[in-house]
């Protein structure tokens, strides 16, 4: 049974930092592409970032360039993403997703994925 399990979210003051993790057991992680996506209040999910299974590619939304970054950790089966100098407009709950095929491309839309997490919520505020 695929299980997607994202960790790491929480309240942070503008400028800060999180870092959220993503574990998924049933799949061996570095075979497919995962990304990261989010959805605020009222809003459509749109796609964060995305690691595909060529080394050192990776997508990165514009309004998070420079700022976020996309890890896998292949002996923890983990991918991270590494979100500096916040904003509150990133707040919104966050979802890992994972593509099902394998040597899978880094894809932006909600149904190049196949497997999701609950979510976790990440609140930037003063």
């Known amino acids: 049974q695929v299980q997607i399990v994202e960790s790491g979210g929480g309240l942070v003051q503008p400028g800060g930092s999180l870092r959220l993790s993503c574990a998924a057991s049933g799949f061996t992680l570095d075979h497919h592409a995962i990304g990261w996506f989010r959805q605020a209040p009222g809003k459509e999910r749109e796609a964060v970032s995305c690691v595909s299974t060529i080394p050192g590619y990776a997508y990165y939304a514009d309004s998070v360039k420079g700022r976020f970054t996309i890890s896998r950790d292949n002996a923890k089966n983990m991918v991270s993403l590494q979100m500096n100098s916040l904003k509150p407009e990133d707040t919104a709950v966050y979802y890992c997703?994972?593509?099902?095929?394998?040597?899978?491309?880094?894809?932006?839309?909600?149904?190049?994925?196949?497997?999701w997490g609950q979510g976790t919520q990440v609140t930037v505020s003063s």
């Open positions: 997703a994972l593509d099902g095929g394998y040597g899978s491309s880094c894809g932006q839309s909600l149904y190049d994925y196949d497997y």
